[in-house]
């Protein structure tokens, strides 16, 4: 089956800086997608990565190593409005989006 | 990036009643949107996809009588919730991709519904 592993809840500090590990495995792989949600809204595009590395993006960036299956968020000098659900989501080889249960992230001040 | 707009964004509806609900994409054609579910804490689930001119493609356990999906043109797909019931209460979200396969997908503003 399918299956896109993320943790459930993370807890940061403001100003810090926070990695939130995505593993998958999927029916074949065109890429991979962080979105973030904050509460009651619909998810934001943040990043796609489909080749091997690091990808940045300002404060932003996502990393794709597809031989292990594992994809990471490095979210950098934390904000409070950064406090949202983050959603890693794999593309598999019939084009659909597969997502993850999505990552809560917590800023305390 | 591309607008995708959902209306409404939140509705109250009786217990029998059917509710439907828009998903515009209003600056390119969307030949195919994905409905999703998504319940509290929970990540999103794929309900059905979408096609301009042909029927609803269903996910497994998703009643297609119950959840009436149209989609009768190129930035225009409805999803009319029949019959609803308490159970169906949940926040329904819309996406498109514009043209190629692999883009990002664009969301509408999502749709609180609350039977009661």
Redesign the interface.
């Known amino acids: 089956g399918q299956n896109i592993d993320q943790p459930t809840e993370m807890t940061a500090t403001e100003g810090a800086i926070v990695q939130i590990n995505c593993t998958y495995q999927t029916s074949g792989f ?2 991979l ?1 962080w979105y973030q949600q904050h509460a ?6 943040l990043s ?1 990565n ?1 080749l091997d590395g690091l990808e940045e993006k300002g404060r932003f960036s996502s990393f794709l190593s597809r031989s292990k299956g594992y994809s990471y968020l490095l979210l950098k000098e934390l904000q409070m409005k950064d406090s949202a659900s983050y ?1 890693c989501a794999v ?1 598999d080889s019939n ?3 597969i ?4 990552t ?1 992230l917590i800023i305390k001040p | ?1 591309a607008v995708v707009s ?1 209306h409404p964004s939140w509705v109250i509806c009786k217990s029998g009643t059917s509710v439907k609900i828009e998903c515009r994409s209003l600056d390119f054609q969307a030949t195919t949107m ?1 409905w999703y579910r998504q319940f509290p ?4 689930m ?1 309900m059905a ?1 979408s096609n301009e001119g042909s029927k609803a493609t269903y996910e497994q356990g998703v009643e297609k009588d119950k959840f009436l999906i149209n989609h009768a043109s190129l930035t225009l797909s409805t999803l009319t919730v029949t019959s609803a019931h308490p159970e169906d209460s949940s ?1 329904y ?1 819309c996406s498109a991709r514009d043209g190629d ?2 883009t ?7 749709t ?1 519904l609350t039977v009661v």
């Open positions: 065109n890429g997608f009651g809204e619909a998810p934001t595009f796609y489909v959603l593309m084009y659909q989006l997502w993850g249960a999505g809560k | 990036g959902q994905f804490k929970q990540s999103l794929l996809t926040f979200i396969l692999i990002e997908a664009f969301f509408g503003q999502g609180r």
